[in-house]
């Protein structure tokens, strides 16, 4: 069967194959994302079963083969029942999935990413968090630590940095001040609040990201933004989009 590798990860999907099995995609700390195989996944009082579906996190031991991971064993250190549990979390999740699936490579750092994933699932399963605040400042982080997000802390005119900024725009990726939002193509007027919302998400510590509220107004701005990011940074349409709020 090959050695044995323990991996650190998440499983962004799991798929039914042959009769029994399964294949799953992990995002893992140490090799990236890899797909793997779960022999029997599927029969009845397999040990598999419960931790080869989505959004579970934890240890897996892998038997590695020449060119394909299979599943030995897992040690499961969160469930994120309250996610799967609600139809409309479990979209939040496809699409979260979908989207760290879309930046991850095997064999690059993804650390970062399923953190960002874990809090991201963890934030859904609070009724006090608006899903779409949720949504906005996971979009925009993934796109920052894929190095692929704009300047919120420059004018993109006057190139001043550390001032008051009054619009964003997705064509010039990034922020305008007062003087220069003239110049702005397609600006998105946005309130301070905003503003410090966006510096905020691509600055805390990732463990940190879901300790503040918005307006709804403010939730509007930010989410006016998020889809800019997002539209600017990735070339293609998640599926899971779709079935979002
Ligand atoms: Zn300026």
Redesign the pocket.
Request: aromatic residues 12%; proline residues 0%; contains cysteine.
């Given at each position: 069967m090959g050695d044995v590798t323990e991996v650190t990860g998440m499983v962004l999907s799991s798929m039914n194959v042959c009769e029994y099995d399964r294949r799953i995609v992990l995002l893992t700390k140490e090799r990236g994302l890899i797909s793997a195989f779960a022999k029997g996944a599927r029969k009845p009082n397999s040990p598999l079963t419960g931790v080869t579906r989505a959004f579970v996190f934890g240890k897996f031991q892998l038997y590695e083969g020449r060119s394909s991971y299979t599943v030995k064993q897992a040690n499961i250190q969160e469930y994120f029942e309250n996610v799967i549990c609600d139809l409309d979390n479990v979209y939040y999740g496809c699409y979260f999935a979908e989207l760290a699936e879309y930046y991850a490579r095997e064999g690059i750092d993804c650390g970062d990413m399923i953190n960002l994933l874990y809090v991201a699932l963890k934030a859904l399963s609070k009724a006090s968090i608006p899903k779409r605040l949720v949504r906005f400042v996971y979009e925009i982080r993934l796109v920052s630590i894929n190095g692929e997000c704009p300047d919120f802390f420059t004018?993109q005119?006057?190139q001043?940095e550390k001032i008051k900024f009054c619009a964003f725009s997705e064509t010039m990726h990034g922020l305008?001040?007062n003087?220069?939002v003239e110049y702005a193509v397609n600006p998105v007027y946005l309130s301070e609040s905003t503003v410090y919302a966006l510096q905020y998400i691509i600055t805390a510590p990732i463990e940190r990201l879901y300790t503040f509220t918005l307006s709804d107004q403010c939730l509007e701005e930010l989410g006016r933004v998020a889809s800019g990011v997002i539209q600017g940074a990735v070339d293609k349409e998640m599926k899971s989009a779709q079935m979002l709020l």
């Open positions: 004018c005119g006057c001043k305008y001040c003087d220069c």
